[in-house]
């Protein structure tokens, strides 16, 4: 028997078996379309949550510029603390405008929202399989993921639809970029390489 001969009767025995050489068939290795859906779910969960330590953990390298603790705190809004003045005592108080006859400038009755600060977010679900993206600019290839989620408001509820590119950052999949699904995204057939410019 020839060595060309036992290999063909060597391959056509793993084909038999169902055993196969392709390292993207081996049942141990995850799959990477579904590594990088939940890496996007996890994102988006932390960012509606304002969780911006775990959203930066998730993001790769050039989208964070810096660190993780630099990246969350770009996106954390400090709140101003009073400071004391010294010439804040010096001050007379103020009274409500007048005209020079003295009588009340009316004032409007300035409008304030009711309800919260913030809008609710509902959970996060995927729309759809992944789908590749080819590189543009900066952006690496990778997988794009269409996300939706409804946003809540008081008198309102809205679906609010994202894109996200994942890509390979080593051994891990990361987010590289994000981008809100517009109607004519929606409309193109292909939301998420509309959406990202693939």
Not at 36 to 51: E, F, I
Not at 162 to 170: C, I, K, P, S, Y
Request: aromatic letters at 4%.
């Amino acid at each position: 028997m020839t060595r060309r001969t036992a290999a063909l009767l060597l391959a056509a025995g793993l084909a038999l078996t169902g055993c196969s050489t392709d390292p993207a068939d081996d049942p141990k290795k995850p799959d990477p379309a579904a590594q990088a859906l939940a890496v996007a779910l996890d994102y988006q969960q932390a960012a509606n949550r304002l969780d911006w330590h775990t959203a930066c953990r998730l993001s790769t390298a050039a989208k964070r510029r810096g660190t993780v603790q630099e990246c969350a705190d770009r996106y954390v809004v400090p709140t101003p603390e009073p400071t004391p003045s010294s010439s804040a005592s010096s001050l007379s108080p103020m009274h409500p405008p007048t005209y020079a006859d003295g009588s009340p400038v009316r004032t409007l009755t300035p409008r304030t929202p009711s309800g919260p600060e913030r809008a609710q977010t509902g959970p996060v679900t995927a729309q759809g399989a992944p789908v590749t993206v080819p590189a543009v600019g900066e952006h690496p290839a990778g997988y794009g993921v269409l996300l939706a989620y409804q946003v809540i408001w008081p008198a309102e509820t809205t679906t609010a639809r994202v894109a996200l590119r994942v890509v390979a950052e080593g051994e891990d999949w990361r987010v590289d970029e994000f981008e809100d699904v517009e109607d004519g995204d929606m409309a193109s057939g292909d939301p998420i390489r509309s959406a990202l410019g693939g």
